[in-house]
Each structure stands twice: as C-alpha cells, then as structure tokens.
C-alpha cells in the first residue's frame, strides 16, 4: 500500500492524507478501485482523529481506495473555505485517478457530524460532485449553525442532481438532533433521490465506526450500531457496483426511485408525471379507462390515488400482461422527457 499526506493549503492547514492499495498483478480481475473520501468532525474547530484513519481502515478492508481530508477549521472554517476544500480534494483525486488506479465515476464521500454537514454540501452544491454519500449523525440542517454561523442549511439544497446518500443517526444524540437525518431524508424522498437510513435507538454523539478502540463499549451505545459500517459497504455496491472478473458489476440501485428524471419517458414513471406530457397522455388514456372499470372506471380520485405510483405497478395491479407492459414501454421511451 502506498501512504503520502500531501498539503492542498498551507495557508490554512488543508491535508489530504492518501491510502492507495494495490491493483493489477496479484489482484489481476482488479484493475481499478472505488474511491471513498473521508471528512472527519470535529464541530468545525478541528478534524478528529477518531473519525480519519480508523474509518480509512475500515473502507481499505472493503477494497476501496481511501483519502482523508483534513479541511478547513477554527479560524478559516468561514464558509466556503471547507467546501473549496473539498472541490479541491475531489478534483485531485479524479485528475490522479489512472495513477491511483480509481474509478472516477465510483467516487463516495463520507462525513461526520460537521464533517457529515460538509458532506452533505459536496452531495448537493459542490462542483465536484461525489457518486454517492454516507452522511454519519451529520449537522447538515439548521442546527450547523451553532459551531458554524456562516454554513448554510444543506437540507435546503437537495434536488435531482444530488447523489445516492446513505444516513445513519442515534436517537438520542444529544448534541446533533436527529432531527437533522430525519429532514435531510425526507428531502431526498421528495427529490426522488435513493437512499438508505438508519435511526438507532440510542447511543451517543461521534461513535466513529463503534468498535472498541475508538468507542466505549460501557457508553451507553446500541449494539446495533457497528453494523452501520458493514451496512454502508453493502449499499455501496448496490449504487456503485460490486467488484468482477476485470470489471465492475452493474449497480443494483439506480439513482432516481423512479424514472422521472431520466432522458426519456418509460413505464417507470410515475403516473402523475407521465399524465403531465401530452404524447404521453393520449397514448395512456384510453388504456387506463379500459383497465380501470373493475376499479368503478377512471375517476378523479383513482387518478389522485395513484400518482407517485409508477406506471408498470399500476398495470401489474390491474393485471396487465407483462408483455402489453413492455410494448407500452417501449413506445414511451420514444417520447423524450424534457
């Protein structure tokens, strides 16, 4: 493995700590690597160590390559220095992606509480924007600004653009409300945006990746809790894919829920949505007056029900031939999505 810290700000003590594994050779069906970019916390006064090797530890075991970014804090966490950090990093990372053997477009971030917060931010404003994030009991709300006044509310930013985003949180952490995974969640739900979230009963601010050697086993924290690490590894793979025979597998978890962001019209849309579309509504009127009728025909409140259904479990519902289904389909994906 190959270590080099590298300095990204002198000026503001920005480092980017590199843990590079090996590929090629006696890893011959591993020619590249996914990438994840760890940002400790440390309430924007400084980094944690609690939350920087042991987590890279944690992802080298898993087969990634893992970059640590000790960001901009205390006197230069005016924001949006931590987020420049970041864009840096990022830029950095994918510019040196061949020579580290990387896949930049398998790129996650993982924060910390406010590492989680600037997490948050590199997943819904930054310029580099990661593949996928962990978001760890993260002050990504309102509640940032009480260690930083000058970061904004990321849960405000969440939109199609935003990555897949894994969350996990205690319950009763008293320093950063769960409140802060709750409404970021319901953010992406309305975005449209994958995503997997945890809410364990209790435990207590900062557990890292809850093993013995960084967190008390007698410090009031659920059992549960350590399987948050496994459980990111596996989510991973689902929205990034898994390692293959010289390649990567296909992921098994799309971006979107649905497929209402995607370039064109399909029968995973949602229902509301295609209705939306003139070519579309012609096309599926009169279908879902004729499969309607043992509902009591096609009324208002029918439609209303099944809005943010998709189309083909509509149909399924209705006991639509799965072959019928597949020939609509395709006659939708003719219809650009603009």
Known sequence: MKHEMLVLNEDRNVTLECYVQKVGGHFSYVPKRPAILILPGGGYEYCSDREGDPVASAYLHAGFQAFVLR???????TWPNPLNDFDQAMELIRSRADEWGIYPDKIAVIGFSAGGHLAAAAATMSQNRPNAAILAYPAAGSDIRNCNPTAPDTTAYVDRNTCPCFLFATRTDELVSVDNTIDFMAALSKANISF????YAYGPHGVSVCNSSVQAP?????SRVPRWVGDSVEWLKDVLGDFGDGEMTQPRCSRYVTADYEST???GCTLGY???NAHARELLLPLMNQYTQMMGGFSEELLASVQRVTLRAVLRFARVPDGFIDSLDAQLKKIPNV
Do not use: N
């Open 265 to 267: 019209l399909s029968a």
């Open 71 to 77: 960001y901009s804090v205390g006197a230069h966490k």
């Open 274 to 276: 295609l209705l939306k």
């Open 196 to 199: 997997e979230s945890h809410v």
């Open 218 to 222: 007698w410090d009031g924290v659920c």
